[in-house]
């Protein structure tokens, strides 16, 4: 499991990516995998439903690697935000660098396409600040995570 936890040590939030263990397999030179998508606020959290979690693209375009390469590119300082929202838009990760140096995190679960499998503008989410060694860990973890 990839874990983004927040900097707030005290009511700690956090975004977990991790692989299911059904996969759609392949469509048309298409590889896709399941990932189920965990939100955690303190005591509150919102877990992705149905069988195959959120689908997120392996093939042609590697979403995870790109995420991952986004995410050490902006822990590193080489970018100042990083937007992504998967093919399958079940979900949306925005990290932004802050005027005072931090990261915030804002992350959607899209409730419109879990439940119905259509794209709606219904979505529960959570917000937090993070550091960039977080992000990196994250980036790093997402690495192995989806090897």
């Given at each position: ?13 956090s975004l977990t990516l991790a692989a299911t263990g059904s ?15 965990r939100l955690v606020s303190g005591s509150r959290n919102l ?36 937007l992504f929202e998967p093919a399958e838009p079940s979900f ?56």
């Amino acid at each position: 499991m990839a874990t983004l936890k927040s900097e707030d040590e005290e009511c700690v939030s956090s975004l977990t990516l991790a692989a299911t263990g059904s996969s759609p397999g392949q469509h048309a030179g298409q590889r896709w995998q399941a990932v189920t998508v965990r939100l955690v606020s303190g005591s509150r959290n919102l877990t992705s439903a149905g069988d195959d979690g959120c689908l997120m693209c392996r093939e042609p375009k590697d979403e995870l690697s790109e995420l991952s390469a986004q995410l050490l590119q902006l822990a590193g300082g080489e970018r100042q935000e990083v937007l992504f929202e998967p093919a399958e838009p079940s979900f949306e990760l925005s990290i932004k660098r802050t005027r005072e140096g931090g990261l915030a995190v804002h992350v959607w679960l899209d409730a419109g396409n879990e439940e119905t499998g259509f794209y709606r503008w219904d979505a529960a989410g959570i917000r937090f600040y993070t550091t960039a060694a977080n992000v990196e860990m994250f980036a790093r973890a997402l690495s192995t995570e989806f090897s």
